[in-house]
């Protein structure tokens, strides 16, 4: 958070709101806040909530399951700074959570919060939410899937890449469970899901991007610190799921299993994180309406926030 501190603005990180600028008038207002992993997302959303009297909602598919927090690199009560935080810890880590059960709650919270702050890294959540994705209504079909989970997911991610090529540059290509869904998908509709024309909550979306300089270096120092806490969290979990939950989880197991000595661990994580954090670019490079600010620049980005939302 030191990062975003404004050394002629001390007081901004007290409870001064300037709620009015946000008035949703005839169409309510949503910030969101975007950018790759470890790149300071969190800080600044709550001195934005603090400063305008928002609340903030999490838009990340990890973040939903209880219990998984310093491997997802979840915001601590501590920092939340009194800050009214949503979809965090909602759903039980040994079951699957969708981007429909996301969307389903996220509208819930949208339309009871009078000034939103939308904040995460999963571009697929933040886009169907906006109503930039209709989601596909394709029903499990086990005869595939039984097929489809047979083969590695290397097979399973070549596969994907060949027929849709737009969704394997963002999709995790070592989560079965995922890769799976999508072939599915792709074998029913045989394209990507159809842009919606609209989003069904009416509302004004406003797009703000963090992106920081020296991001591998940020990612690295921070994958240390939280070493301890990951291995903690990933003794809770079977091998199978830590492997759906991929990253973190995925490496810690293997580590755990005695499969990867500590130095391969650390350093195949911290390569994953690096990819993951290039899909993220990818998938948020395709959305023209975010404004992007380095991770220091918190006076430009008030700025901003504060006349983009003023507009209609």
Same mark, same amino acid.
Request: hydrophobic fraction near 35%.
């Given at each position: 958070m030191a990062e975003l501190v404004d050394a002629h603005d001390s007081k901004s990180c007290g409870v001064i709101h300037?709620?009015?600028?946000? /008035?949703?008038?005839? %169409?309510?207002? @949503?910030? #969101?806040i975007v950018g790759p992993t470890a790149s300071g997302k969190s800080d600044l959303a709550v001195r934005l909530a603090k400063k305008f009297g928002g609340e903030i909602i999490s838009a990340d598919s990890r973040q939903v399951y209880k219990g998984?927090?310093?491997?997802?690199?979840?915001? %601590?009560?501590?920092? %939340?700074?009194?800050?009214p935080h949503h979809l965090l810890d909602v759903a039980n =880590? +040994? !079951?699957?959570?969708?981007?429909?059960?996301?969307?389903?709650?996220?509208?819930?919270?949208?339309?009871?919060? *009078?000034?939103?702050? #939308?904040?995460?890294?999963?571009?697929? $959540?933040? *886009?169907?939410?906006?109503g930039k994705f209709t989601l596909p209504e394709v029903p499990p079909n086990k005869a595939l899937r039984k097929r489809l989970e047979k083969l590695s997911a290397e097979k399973l991610f070549a596969m994907l890449k060949k027929k849709d090529a737009k969704r394997a540059e963002t999709i995790d290509r070592h989560n079965k469970v995922r890769l799976v869904r999508a072939l599915e998908i792709v074998n029913a509709l045989g394209k990507v899901p159809p842009q919606a024309t609209s989003s069904k909550l009416q509302a004004k979306f @406003?797009?703000?991007?963090?992106?920081?300089?020296?991001?591998?270096? +940020?990612?690295?120092?921070?994958?240390?610190? +939280?070493? =301890?806490?990951?291995? +903690?969290?990933?003794?809770?979990?079977? =091998?199978? !799921?830590?492997?759906?939950?991929?990253?973190? $989880? !995925?490496?810690?197991?293997?580590?755990?299993?005695?499969?990867? /000595?500590?130095?391969?661990?650390?350093?195949k994580l911290y390569t994953a994180i690096r990819q993951y954090a290039r899909r993220q670019m990818t998938w948020f490079k395709r959305n023209k309406s975010i404004k992007w600010f380095r991770s220091d620049e918190f006076r430009k980005v008030e700025k901003y926030a504060k006349v983009a939302l003023k507009g209609d």
């Open positions: 300037e709620s009015s600028i946000l /008035s949703p008038g005839t %169409m309510k207002k @949503v910030l #969101v998984l927090n310093i491997g997802t690199g979840k915001i %601590m009560k501590k920092e %939340m700074g009194s800050v =880590p +040994r !079951r699957q959570f969708s981007v429909s059960d996301y969307k389903k709650l996220a509208e819930k919270k949208l339309a009871k919060i *009078d000034y939103p702050i #939308v904040v995460g890294g999963t571009g697929f $959540y933040i *886009d169907t939410l906006a @406003v797009y703000i991007g963090l992106k920081p300089k020296n991001l591998d270096k +940020r990612i690295y120092q921070r994958l240390l610190k +939280r070493i =301890p806490g990951i291995l +903690r969290e990933t003794k809770k979990l079977s =091998p199978k !799921r830590a492997y759906e939950l991929g990253l973190e $989880y !995925r490496f810690a197991s293997l580590y755990l299993q005695k499969k990867l /000595s500590k130095e391969e661990f650390i350093e």
